[in-house]
T-cell receptor
Framework: AQKITQTQPGMFVQEKEAVTLDCTYD???????LFWYKQPSSGEMIFLIY??????QNATEGRYSLNFQKARKSANLVISASQLGDSAMYFC?????????????FGGGTRLMVKP | DADVTQTPRNRITKTGKRIMLECSQT?????MYWYRQDPGLGLRLIYY???????NKGEISDGYSVSRQAQAKFSLSLESAIPNQTALYFC????????????????FGPGTRLTVL
């Protein structure tokens, strides 16, 4: 079963507007973590933001914030004031505890395109 | 200088050849990982290592092997490359924060684009 689901394969946003990228997850572990990574066309994977399952407040990092709704098992990424350089693939990932240790599972990604 | 480096960055090879992809890190992390990414898809874990003497198979280890030569070095080998191993390969690391706490954030190298003809 899919553990991390990103339902938006591609999205457009106008420059300077805010955009929300969706991520839902499935786990029975009460202790988990959620990550967002950015992959520009150059290919590298860039860590953006982290939310722990016990964190009381939504994580924020500059223009990035994570809308964490635990009961709905969603961890949407909000990018405020979009810039042309935000055009990239965005991946949601979840850290779960396994017998071998903590592992990351990635969603299929969302391609964001920022229009000038 | 990049904290996590991968060599080569690009490689084209033929079916049946042995290929080694190398990863080095200067982050002082104890944990290292190898992933592959196929076009339009997310990352899948091939192998991971939590310290020099620890090697574990990931989701898709068949056709691959690894070696952890030192804490800072983790190499991935394709013993006999086949075309469906054409992909973008990433090395990643994770470790402890400044206060000594374990963090699970993984930091990625720039990737190696491998094409098997």
């Amino acid at each position: 079963a899919q553990k991390i689901t990103q339902t938006q394969p591609g999205m457009f946003v106008q420059e300077k507007e805010a955009v929300t990228l969706d991520c839902t997850y499935d786990t029975s572990d009460p202790s988990y973590g959620l990550f967002w990574y950015k992959q520009p066309s150059s290919g590298e994977m860039i860590f953006l933001i982290y939310q722990g399952s016990y964190d009381q407040q939504n994580a924020t990092e500059g223009r990035y914030s994570l809308n964490f709704q635990k009961a709905r098992k969603s961890a949407n990424l909000v990018i405020s004031a979009s810039q042309l350089g935000d055009s990239a693939m965005y991946f949601c990932a979840m850290r779960e505890r396994t017998n071998a240790g903590n592992m990351l599972t990635f969603g299929g990604g969302t391609r964001l395109m920022v229009k000038p | 200088d990049a904290d996590v480096t991968q060599t080569p960055r690009n490689r084209i090879t033929k079916t049946g050849k042995r290929i080694m992809l190398e990863c080095s890190q200067t982050k002082g992390h104890d944990r290292m990982y190898w992933y592959r990414q196929d076009p339009g898809l997310g990352l899948r874990l091939i192998y991971y290592s939590f310290d020099v003497k620890d090697i574990n198979k990931g989701e898709i280890s068949d056709g691959y092997s690894v070696s952890r030569q030192a804490q800072a070095k983790f190499s991935l080998s394709l013993e006999s490359a086949i075309p469906n191993q054409t992909a973008l390969y990433f090395c990643a690391t994770s470790g402890k924060g400044l206060a000594g706490e374990r963090t699970d954030t993984q930091y990625f190298g720039p990737g190696t684009r491998l094409t098997v003809l």
